[in-house]
């Protein structure tokens, strides 16, 4: 598993690169379609893509005078419920106007002679996302690094304080049972995606589906809240929340589970540091049991037996992992970042399993 620094996912930051040729798409068609919709945009002088594409893939369009971003799919196998570009441009479109992090959504595209897949576009949300390292010549005192993380989850508690109703997203989920739901659901993922050098994990599987407790609410949650997926000003507040893909009604402790299996400590070990993707280990950042004792504190909420929230984070977050090996493997995707998924995967079951005294 320790293969060198090389085996790391990447870790540049928000600055858009060129667009990988499997990732292209025709230009043409897209500015002809968005021109009939959008007045003023000119003519399109740039397309950039963003780094990572581990999940949807988006660009960004630069016109006279105007950027844009757009989502689209991925190619390749997909899990039946993911990438649905429709639903994702509905969640940000009925958010924005009670959770303004959400950015403005402007046009949704489902005729697939376009682009060969629904896409949409938003406006560009300015500002700086953080990756796995500060940006060269950035620095941060253990007091602003401690301030700056809780200060981004008071941005997940705002959003689990929307009411669903009010939002216009009181169908967006199926209600009670979601926790059922996501045990059942992420271990077939797993069980489909599984390659045949993927550990089995039978045992943490049957072990979620012993151990897992009732719902103790059902939100509005993000399902993939992390640091690069929050953009923030130039005073480190946060002014936009990105990707929206997974948004659905459920379980707020899930949601919270989810982001703490990416929040990688200064202690942790030299594999779970190829891991990081986010800035959390500089000195001051609060721990993963800190960050939780935090959310726990501002809403009310008891963590009841976190044990099997923190083992459900880290096999979701392998699942993840082992549904993009999968398509790597199967050659529908070439982004080097992925060839040493697999080794990831292996590495989040031990997690898993020290996680549950085994």
Known sequence: MTEGR?????RTHNQPGEVREEDAFDTAAVTRWLGARLDGLGELREVRQYPGGASNLTYLLRFDGRELILRRPPVGRKAKSAHDMKREYRVQRQLH????????????????????????????VEGLILRGDLPAGMTLSAEQARALAFRVFDRLIELHEVDPAAAGLADLGRGPGYVERQVTGWSDRYVRARTDDAPDCAEVMDWLAANRPEDVATCVIHNDFRFDNVVLDDALEVVGVLDWEM???????????????????ADDDEVAQLLRRQPTHLPGMPTRAEIVEYYCARTGRSA???????????????????????????????????????????????????AMGR
């Open 6 to 10: 090389d085996a790391a996912p990447p």
């Open 97 to 124: 106007p009670v959770y303004p992090y959400v950015p403005e959504v402007l046009a949704l595209c489902e005729d697939p002679a376009v682009l060969g897949s629904d896409f949409y576009v938003m406006e560009r």
């Open 247 to 265: 948004a659905t009604l459920g379980d707020p402790l899930m949601d919270l589970a989810g982001s703490v299996a990416y929040w990688i400590q």
């Open 304 to 354: 009841g037996n976190w044990t099997f929230y923190e083992v459900f984070g880290q096999f979701r977050l392998l699942v993840i992992m082992q549904q993009i090996y999968y398509r790597f493997r199967a050659g529908q995707t070439h982004n080097p970042a992925f060839e040493h998924f697999g080794r990831f995967v292996a590495y989040l079951a031990d997690r898993c399993r020290t």
